[in-house]
């Protein structure tokens, strides 16, 4: 595993600098008539335009899933960097390729796998603390004690090998520099060989004692948010990866952000589980509908939502004869999926006619999420995801999301899996029995229509 901070710990995300243009000196005669006919040679796209070509939210699961196998230690913001480069030649190199700065279909698929796979052994959950009402990661399994109090909480492994501390304190005039100079002395016995002072936060590392420590501060008024890790030495190579992921999603000072607005008319997409028209579809896109239209079969109603899962069944009263979709499957291909949903009218002329579209899986950035990418336009919302095997894998659901690690969280668009037992469960617990039905999901997908005041 690469090793822990030295200057180059976290936040610094350099974008690569563009090459200096050079002028080629002018000759005469012959010479200079063959260059001025030789047709010069494209420029070949950089491991960072090929990154940069990608979805913020796919930048994002990239470094995520880099820092989680200890490639990279940087900020997991999404944003390009010579950094987010060489980890993944690092990566590339680790596991035998040829380092080329830009990951293989194969090679991303592998890393997602051991990202998630690490998230999961670590028990990684992004938590709200009650007592300072920062939102930051826990890594649950590996401190799964804890305890708080009004000025903040302490997790801890079992035998204090490891400790995450999440403290509140009221300052006058706080500043980052006094902050982290308070900070290197307190306890005594610190030996600090890290430190970097910006006037947003401050962030610190080093020995305490017989444990490693890392340190990241903020203020907002004069309220001071400190966040201290400490473990010990024998386990930085399990702790470190978390400490950089820790590190991005610690948010001190949540800002609360009003949902967007609701539009009149909403189009997603349903998928009928059974003849007489019972539908499963996303179920924002049917929150407070005045009315909601299945073309052409009429009106239907939602009989039920599952708010964890973001799940609505709805029933159309008096139909029969639909094309219900087999749900049952045997567990999926996670690497590349389809996705089969109707586009909004305005991206198809108006029509219906069911599109499929091909999509990666991938974990999202601290959750146990999957991200679809790239993400399928509007009304793709309700979408049935098949794997290459054509077996039915879930529902897709667009949602927004925040980068988290940035002060300014930026809404990114992202399209998640709802997996295919999540959604069996939600329609057996409305007494919906979908094992049958059409192994095509073209003939089962449906345009709903919401429409709002």
Same mark, same amino acid.
């Given at each position: ?200 936060? !401050? ?93 052409? !079969? ?156």
């Amino acid at each position: 595993m690469r090793s822990m901070p030295t200057a180059t710990l976290m936040f610094v995300a350099a974008i690569i600098s563009a090459q200096a243009q050079t002028t080629t000196p002018s000759t005469t005669g012959t010479k200079q008539k063959q260059a001025a006919t030789t047709p010069a040679r494209p420029a070949l796209q950089s491991p960072a335009d090929t990154a940069n070509a990608m979805g913020q939210g796919e930048r994002l699961a990239i470094q995520s899933d880099l820092a989680w196998v200890g490639q990279y230690n940087g900020a997991i913001s999404g944003d390009v960097s010579e950094r987010m480069v060489e980890a993944i030649k690092e990566y590339q190199k680790a596991g035998g390729g040829k380092p080329t700065g830009v990951l293989n279909p194969k090679e991303r698929s592998v890393l997602a796998e051991t990202g998630r796979r690490r998230r999961e052994n670590a028990g990684w959950k992004i938590v709200t603390d009650a007592p300072t009402g920062a939102q930051l990661g826990i890594p649950t399994k590996l401190v799964p004690q804890q305890t708080s109090d009004a000025n903040g909480t302490k997790w801890s492994s079992p035998t204090g090998t490891i400790q995450v501390l999440l403290t509140r304190r009221k300052e006058a005039n706080p500043a980052t520099a006094k902050l982290a100079e308070r900070e290197k002395k307190e306890p005594a016995g610190r030996t600090v060989d890290y430190t970097v002072v910006k006037p947003e936060f !401050f962030v610190l590392s080093g020995l305490q004692g017989l444990k490693k420590f890392y340190v990241r501060g903020t203020f907002k008024g004069d309220e001071v948010r400190i966040l201290t890790i400490l473990y010990d030495q024998a386990t930085e190579n399990t702790v470190e990866p978390v400490v950089i992921a820790m590190s991005s999603a610690f948010n001190p000072f949540p800002v609360a952000t009003a949902p967007p607005p609701r539009k009149t008319v909403e189009y997603g997409t349903g998928v009928v589980v059974t003849e007489d028209g019972a539908i499963v579809t996303d179920r924002q896109i049917t929150d407070e509908c005045l009315a909601i239209t299945i073309p052409p !079969f009429g009106n239907a109603d939602r009989v039920a939502e599952d708010k964890e899962h973001d799940l609505a069944l709805l029933h159309i009263y008096g139909a029969r004869g639909l094309t219900p979709l087999s749900v049952a499957s045997d567990p999926a291909d996670k690497a590349s999926v389809e996705l089969i949903g109707i586009s909004d009218p305005q991206n198809q002329a108006g029509g219906r006619a069911a599109t499929t579209l091909k999509a990666a899986m991938t974990p999202v950035a601290g959750g146990s999420d999957l991200a679809l990418s790239p993400s399928p336009g509007a009304g793709f919302s309700g979408a049935a995801v098949r794997d290459d095997r054509g077996k039915f894998t879930g529902i897709a659901l667009l949602k927004s999301a925040s980068v988290r690690g940035s002060s300014n969280a930026a809404p990114v668009a992202q399209a998640v899996l709802v997996p295919a037992d999540t959604v069996r469960e939600f329609l057996k617990a409305n007494g919906v029995n979908a094992a049958g039905g059409s192994a095509d999901p073209k003939a089962a997908v449906v345009r709903v229509i919401c429409v709002r005041k």
